[in-house]
């Protein structure tokens, strides 16, 4: 099976990157001082989406490597 060229996750986390700087931007902009801790929580969230983003990847490399394992663990049995 051929690997598709999009990443849907890359995509994910650099879309959730750019909304959250443009986020943080904005809010500085319109507010000024005050938009200190609504910057802190957009930060926040960025990093949990990132985090989120990662754990994700981990589990579908750790799928993959099971599964081709198991694959080869069945080609080794039938020969």
Do not use: C, H
Request: hydrophobic residues 55%; positive net charge; glycine residues 6%.
């Amino acid at each position: 099976m051929a690997k598709s060229a999009f990443d849907t996750l890359r995509a994910l986390a650099i879309a959730s990157q750019a909304l959250g700087f443009i986020l943080i931007i904005t809010l500085e902009t319109l507010m000024g001082d005050a938009a200190r801790p609504w910057q802190g929580w957009t930060l926040a969230a960025m990093v949990t989406v990132a985090l989120g983003t990662a754990l994700v990847r981990l589990y579908r490399r750790n799928k993959a490597r099971k599964a081709l394992a198991r694959r080869l663990a069945d080609d080794d049995g039938d020969t």
